[in-house]
C-alpha cells in the first residue's frame, strides 16, 4: 500500500496503462469528492427544488442532477423521506441520461439496488410505460423496492431474478435496457476505502467473466432497434472496452453509438482493447475524478440492429377474480377523484395496481408487481404507503396521481414529528383518511377524528 491506502498491483497497473497521464490522474485521490443528488421530477419542479439552501450548483450532464453541501446532510431531511431527491453518485447519473428515455417505453434496469438509476428512468418516464427493476441479491433487492416506493414510482416492477432466467423469459421484449454491471469499483476508491481491500487482480478477471454473461443475457431481451446502456464504476479495460468488444464479436447485429460529450468527458481507449478488434470503441465513454465533478466510470450505449420482435401476452395474469368492493367504497370516500392507469390484481388480501404493458410474470420472484394499492381487511379497506407515497399532494403538480384526498400540508419540524410517529392536531372538521405532506410533497397517511390526526406512517420507516 502506499500513503493514499490505494493497492500496489492497481497503482503498477494504472501506471502502465495511463504513462505521463498517471500523475495527473493519481492528483485526484488528494481533492475532495463531489457530492451529489437528483431531484424528482415526478414530485418537484427544477424552480422550487434549486431553492432549496444546501443545492451548490448543477451536474452538467444530468437533467435533475444537483451537488449539495455535505455539511447540510439532507439524507436525514424529512424532504428526503417524502421522495423528493435521490442521494447518487454525480458520475452515476451520466448512465441513465445516456439511454434517452421516452414515456410510455418499456425498459429494464438489470442490475438495478438500490435504485439510482431506476428511480432515474422513473422520474424520465412520467408514469407511463413500463419499468422492470431487477436485482440478483434478495436483500439488496428489498432496499431497491423500498425506494421504488419512497420516490412515488407507480409503474414499477421489481424482481429478484438471475439474468439468464429473465433473457429465457423475455427475448426481444424491452426497448430500452440498462446494465449497471457489478464490477471491480476502482472508480469508487476515492469514495469507499473499503473498496480498496476488496480489490485484486484475480478479482478484476473474476468481474469480466460474470459481466459477459451478463450483457449477453441483457441483449436477448432487447427488441431489434432497441438501446442498451452498459456502464461500470471501474477503470480495468477488461471490465470495459473489452466486453464491449466481446460483445461486438459474438453478436453482428450491434453497433455502437456516440453518447453526448460534456467537459471533462474523455472517448474510450482503443488501445486497451488487448486481443479485441473493434471499430468505434472511441464512442464510448470514461469520466475520470481528476477531470469531472464525479468518481470513475465507463459508459457505452448499444443498439441491436436486426433481430425479430416478439409478441407477449399481458392479460395471462390478470385473469383471477380481483375483490375490488372495498378498495371502490374507499376511492370513493377518500380520494372522490383519481387518475390512476392499469389493472387492479390481488396477492392474497393486497391489492396492486399493475401496468397494462406488464407480461406474464408467474414462476418468477417478484419483489413488487407493481403499485400497492393497500389491503381487504374485514369490513374495510386499508391503503398502502406506497399509494400515499405516489399521490400528487398539490393539484398543480405535472406527473404523478391525481386525486380529491384531504391534504394536510406540514413544515419541515412538523413533517419531522410525523416520520417520527407522532400524532398531528387538525381542523376538527376532517374525518378518515387524509394525506399527510410536508412542502406540499406526499409524504404518508394519517386518520383524522376530533381534531387529532392517528399516525399511519409505518413503524419501520420511523424515525428516533
Known amino acids: 500500500m502506499d500513503t493514499l491506502g490505494l493497492p500496489k498491483d492497481f497503482l503498477d497497473k494504472m501506471q502502465e496503462l495511463l504513462g505521463e497521464e498517471f500523475e495527473e490522474f493519481l492528483s485526484g485521490y488528494s481533492v475532495e469528492r463531489r457530492y451529489g443528488l437528483r431531484r424528482n421530477p415526478v414530485k418537484v419542479s427544477d424552480t422550487a427544488f434549486e431553492k432549496l439552501e444546501f443545492i451548490t450548483g448543477k451536474v452538467p450532464w444530468a437533467e435533475e442532477g444537483y451537488y449539495y453541501d455535505a455539511d447540510a446532510r439532507p439524507g436525514k431531511s424529512p424532504l428526503h423521506e417524502a421522495g423528493l431527491f435521490y442521494i447518487q453518485e454525480p458520475?452515476?447519473?451520466?448512465?441513465?441520461?445516456?439511454?434517452?428515455?421516452?414515456?410510455?417505453?418499456?425498459?429494464l434496469d438489470l442490475c438495478a439496488a438500490p435504485g439510482g438509476k431506476s428511480t432515474q428512468i422513473a422520474g424520465k418516464m412520467r408514469g407511463k410505460g413500463l419499468l422492470v427493476s431487477n436485482e440478483i441479491n434478495s436483500q439488496r433487492a428489498k432496499i431497491l423496492s423500498q425506494n421504488i416506493e419512497r420516490m412515488g414510482i407507480s409503474n414499477a416492477v421489481v424482481l429478484n431474478e438471475d439474468s439468464y432466467r429473465l433473457s429465457e423469459r423475455f427475448p426481444a421484449f424491452f426497448d430500452k435496457i440498462i446494465v449497471d454491471a457489478p464490477c471491480s469499483g476502482e472508480g469508487m476508491f476515492r469514495k469507499d476505502p473499503a473498496a480498496r481491500d476488496e480489490w485484486s487482480k484475480e478479482q478484476v478477471l473474476v468481474c469480466a467473466k460474470r459481466q459477459k454473461e451478463i450483457i449477453l443475457n441483457a441483449y436477448k431481451m432487447l427488441k431489434p432497434g432497441g438501446i442498451m446502456v452498459y456502464s461500470t464504476c471501474t477503470f480495468s479495460p477488461e471490465e470495459n472496452e473489452q466486453v464491449i468488444a466481446w460483445l461486438l464479436e459474438n453478436q453482428e447485429d450491434t453497433e455502437i453509438l456516440e453518447c453526448e460529450m460534456y467537459e471533462g468527458f474523455d472517448a474510450g481507449r482503443t488501445e486497451w482493447l488487448g486481443e479485441h478488434r473493434c471499430g468505434n470503441i472511441d464512442r464510448t465513454i470514461r469520466l475520470w475524478p481528476h477531470k469531472v465533478g464525479g468518481e470513475g466510470h465507463y459508459v457505452a450505449k448499444i443498439r441491436k440492429t436486426g433481430g425479430e420482435e416478439k409478441k407477449y401476452n399481458t392479460g395471462e395474469n390478470r385473469s383471477k377474480k380481483t375483490d375490488t368492493v372495498?378498495?371502490?367504497?374507499?376511492q370513493k370516500e377518500c380520494l372522490k377523484e383519481i387518475n390512476i392507469t392499469g389493472d387492479i390484481i390481488s396477492f392474497g388480501n393486497q391489492l396492486y395496481c399493475i401496468p397494462k404493458e406488464m407480461p406474464d410474470?408467474?414462476?418468477l420472484k417478484v419483489m413488487r408487481p407493481g403499485l400497492q394499492l393497500g389491503e381487504n381487511k374485514k369490513n374495510r379497506f386499508e391503503p398502502a404507503h406506497a399509494l400515499a407515497m405516489a399521490l400528487a399532494a398539490d393539484e398543480k403538480r405535472e406527473y404523478g396521481i391525481k386525486s380529491k384526498v384531504t391534504v394536510i400540508n406540514?413544515?419541515?419540524e412538523q413533517a419531522a414529528k410525523y416520520q417520527s410517529g407522532e400524532i398531528t392536531e387538525c381542523d376538527e372538521s376532517f374525518k378518515g383518511w387524509v394525506l399527510m405532506a410536508v412542502n406540499g410533497i406526499s409524504t404518508g397517511w394519517g386518520k383524522a377524528s376530533g381534531g387529532k390526526v392517528k399516525n399511519h406512517y409505518p413503524k419501520g420507516l420511523r424515525r428516533l
Open 410 to 412: 406540514m413544515d419541515i
Open 361 to 363: 410474470l408467474s414462476g
Open 91 to 107: 458520475s452515476a447519473m451520466s448512465v441513465s441520461e445516456m439511454a434517452d428515455i421516452r414515456p410510455g417505453e418499456i425498459v
Open 326 to 330: 372495498l378498495w371502490k367504497e374507499f
